[in-house]
């Protein structure tokens, strides 16, 4: 039986202008350099590499903040290019993103019942109260209180600023979840907790994830299939055993040797066990 693909990239570049000076010509910078891969549905693809790899512009071309150059993007069947159709309801509410900083993404300003809310007010017709009732819904569903609605994002931890910013990315249901280094900015114990979160959240719902991340250790433990990126270009693509176990591109088996491995799994296993 065929792979039931919910991501299908082809051939994708992403290039920018560069304007030139007095003394220095224009140029174009290419970021993404033909990039194709398939994500299944309801699987994990980490997409490695350091920084200015094009990691994080592929993820900002996959979530249509930024347009394709050329080459093809679909998520659920849906062809995706928005410097041609733009974006539509639809198309919002199949894929979103978590960044970073979970405080940069989250307006200092705005309550966290209206930062959840927020989403379904631009891209649904749902009436007031069921935005709020669902807004409550999922904020017990990433680990926090109701009476946590009517905070303020200062009020809260790195690890549960975070958590609210995943509430707030899965308030549509969305059939695709782009993480770019979701954890990087957390201590240890909390990126465990908040991978432990995310595993959970694709059981119950369904979610497919694109990961983007430099921690090997992050991404061993998470996805199905792996990504190298190097200088725009993928170089290895495989499933994690093969890309961990037998690394084929003198780049991968560079980048494998100078990181250090943090054992997120014993991080997780000791939480359980505190837990239990």
């Known amino acids: 039986m065929s792979e039931d693909v919910i991501l299908k990239v082809r051939d994708v570049y992403r290039t920018y202008d560069i304007k030139g000076g007095l003394f220095k010509p224009a140029s174009t910078l290419t970021a993404v350099k033909g990039v194709s891969l398939d994500v299944a549905?309801?699987?994990t693809l980490a997409v490695v590499?350091?920084?200015?790899?094009?990691?994080?512009?592929?993820?900002r071309m996959l979530t249509m903040i930024d347009a394709q150059t050329s080459g093809s993007i679909e998520i659920d069947g849906l062809p995706i290019d928005i410097s041609k159709t733009g974006i539509s309801r639809e198309m919002r509410q199949k894929v979103q993103i978590v960044f970073q900083n979970p405080y940069g993404s989250l307006n200092p300003r705005q309550?966290?019942?209206h930062v959840l809310e927020e989403p379904l007010l631009l891209n649904t017709d749902m009436p007031a109260a069921e935005r709020q009732d669902l807004a409550l819904q999922m904020l017990q569903k990433v680990g926090l209180l109701p009476e946590h609605y009517g905070r303020y994002p200062h009020m809260f931890s790195g690890g549960q600023r975070q958590r609210i910013a995943i509430a707030r990315a899965i308030m549509m249901k969305p059939k695709l979840l782009v993480l770019d280094e979701p954890v990087s900015a957390l201590d240890l114990s909390v990126q465990a907790q908040i991978l432990n979160l995310l595993a959970d959240l694709q059981d119950e719902m369904g979610l497919t994830y694109v990961f983007i991340s430099h921690d090997l250790s992050v991404v061993r433990y998470i996805a199905d299939k792996v990504m190298v990126m190097y200088f725009g270009?993928?170089?290895?693509?495989?499933?994690?055993?093969?890309v961990f176990d037998n690394p084929q591109h003198d780049y991968t088996k560079t980048l494998f040797a100078a990181t250090p491995q943090a054992d997120i799994e014993s991080i997780r296993k000791r939480l359980a066990a505190k837990a239990a």
Request: aromatic share 4%; charged share 35%.
């Open 41 to 43: 549905r309801g699987s």
């Open 49 to 59: 590499g350091e920084s200015g790899c094009g990691k994080s512009t592929l993820a």
């Open 111 to 113: 309550k966290i019942g």
């Open 233 to 242: 270009e993928v170089v290895e693509y495989g499933t994690r055993e093969e």
